[in-house]
């Protein structure tokens, strides 16, 4: 099932709640929170209290937050405290990622990995049957409003064939440069949770962005490869 996860990290943050649930009235079913450190990312941006305060104005969806700092099992707590409901760590920044995936587990939120355009998917194969998803990243993660990465389009179709063949039941999420020109693409290629910054909250009108893209999106699964 196809689902838009509206990212806030391209809202105007003064109004957060209020952008946050008009994306929502969108048809986005998710909302996606970006978390960055300043290290395993070149930028910074919230916290957990943050994110508590979001889910009081945004209390029934579930709170994507996906984790690019360094030392996630430090945070995991935090995050789970304050509402997440799945939690994304990447690949490259855990030496151990199956304790970490559990951790979050353990702290009754959904695990997640994520790679980055870099990273090769056959990294994952360990830990896709303790995943809730998997995040294709199709920019180097650290900002909004990146080029799509075409060469994470072939990933993305690897791990549509993986769970194929394995009957696993993660899901395939892509973050980074998703807009009405790649979002076809992206579809075809077997993607079904689309996170989108910009082409949401960038410019015009918020909702009517989030309709358009995930209308897009449907008419996309129609011609499926
Ligand atoms: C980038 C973040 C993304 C970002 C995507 O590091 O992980 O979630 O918000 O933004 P767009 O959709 O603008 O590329
Ligand atoms: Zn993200």
Known sequence: MIELAPSILSADFTQLGAQALTAIAGGGTVLHVDIM???????????????AS????????????????????????AFAEAGATWISVHQ????????????????????????N????????????????????MSVNPGFGAQQFIQGSL??????????????????IEVDGGVDLTTVTDVVRAGAELLVAGNA??????????????LQAARAATMTRA
């Open 37 to 51: 450190d300043g290290h395993f990312v070149p930028n910074i941006t919230i916290g957990p209290p943050v994110v």
């Open 54 to 77: 979001l889910r009081k104005a945004v209390p029934d969806v579930p709170f994507d937050c996906h984790l690019m700092i360094e030392n996630p099992d430090e945070f995991i707590p």
């Open 92 to 115: 490259e920044a855990c030496v151990h990622l199956n304790r970490t995936l559990q951790l979050i587990a353990a702290h009754g939120c959904k695990p997640a990995v994520v790679i």
């Open 117 to 136: 355009p870099a990273t090769p998917v056959r990294t994952l194969d360990e830990v896709l049957d303790i995943v809730h998803h998997v995040l294709v």
């Open 154 to 171: 072939h990933k993305i179709e690897s791990l549509a064939k993986i769970r194929e063949l394995s009957g696993l039941p993660f899901r």
């Open 200 to 213: 949401v909250f960038g410019h015009g009108d918020i909702r009517e962005n989030a309709q358009q893209l």
